[in-house]
T-cell receptor
Framework: NAGVTQTPKFQVLKTGQSMTLQCAQD?????MSWYRQDPGMGLRLIHY???????DQGEVPNGYNVSRSTTEDFPLRLLSAAPSQTSVYFC??????????????FGAGSRLTVL | AQSVTQLGSHVSVSEGALVLLRCNYS??????LFWYVQYPNQGLQLLLK??????LVKGINGFEAEFKKSETSFHLTKPSAHMSDAAEYFC??????????FGRGTSLIVHP
């Protein structure tokens, strides 16, 4: 059971470049989400999804796009990278059946540097 | 609206000393509360969770937390710190939604 798998683990981009962070889970979780983690800021929610074809914005969605074509995959796209997007990104998933008592399963993270 | 406040961005203890990490919450509905731990260069993993079954919750690695409704607190404790406990700790709240609210985290530093 792999849990939540994120790729790549590390990436360096130049300003203006685009890229996609991949996230896949094998637990049949309905809920998937992306967070960014910055020093002193904790975890901030970027986008989330409650099922295939359904996505919504979190706290800091600007500059990021997502889609959910399957239950397993939830990629995060940076269309035109900016230095302010230098961060560590985490994908997390959970079931939605317990109305808040669900535990998030996190991936290992993707460290992105934008020059 | 719901919120989580973790008091102290850094907590430093000596090995063998008591660990106390503070978390206060605000929620308009009965909360579900969680503590997650993040070891260096890893993702977060669950330490323990409160779901109204018992106010004293025991987690992994000797940690426990007590839900105090009158104080709106869910502080994390461990009687004796170990070097391996050095990590970032996050308190989180779900108030009837599957989208949790996280605190800003507390970095636990353990001195030999």
């Amino acid at each position: 059971n792999a849990g939540v798998t994120q790729t790549p683990k590390f990436q360096v981009l130049k300003t203006g470049q685009s890229m996609t962070l991949q996230c896949a889970q094998d637990m049949n979780h309905e809920y998937m989400s992306w967070y960014r983690q910055d020093p002193g800021m904790g975890l901030r929610l970027i986008h989330y999804s409650v099922g295939a074809g359904i996505t919504d914005q979190g706290e800091v969605p600007n500059g990021y796009n997502v889609s959910r074509s399957t239950t397993e995959d939830f990629p995060l796209r940076l269309l035109s990278a900016a230095p302010s997007q230098t961060s560590v990104y985490f994908c997390a998933s959970s079931s939605t059946g317990l109305s808040g008592a669900n535990v998030l399963t996190f991936g290992a993270g993707s460290r992105l540097t934008v020059l | 609206a719901q919120s989580v406040t973790q008091l102290g961005s850094h907590v430093s203890v000596s090995e063998g000393a008591l660990v106390l990490l503070r978390c206060n919450y605000s929620s308009s509905v009965p909360p579900y509360l969680f503590w997650y731990v993040q070891y260096p260069n890893q993702g977060l993993q669950l330490l323990l969770k409160y779901t109204s079954a018992a106010t004293l919750v025991k987690g992994i690695n000797g940690f426990e937390a007590e839900f105090k409704k009158s104080e709106t607190s869910f502080h994390l404790t461990k009687p004796s710190a170990h070097m391996s406990d050095a990590a970032e700790y996050f308190c989180a709240l779900s108030g009837g939604s599957y989208i949790p609210t996280f605190g800003r985290g507390t970095s636990l530093i353990v001195h030999p």
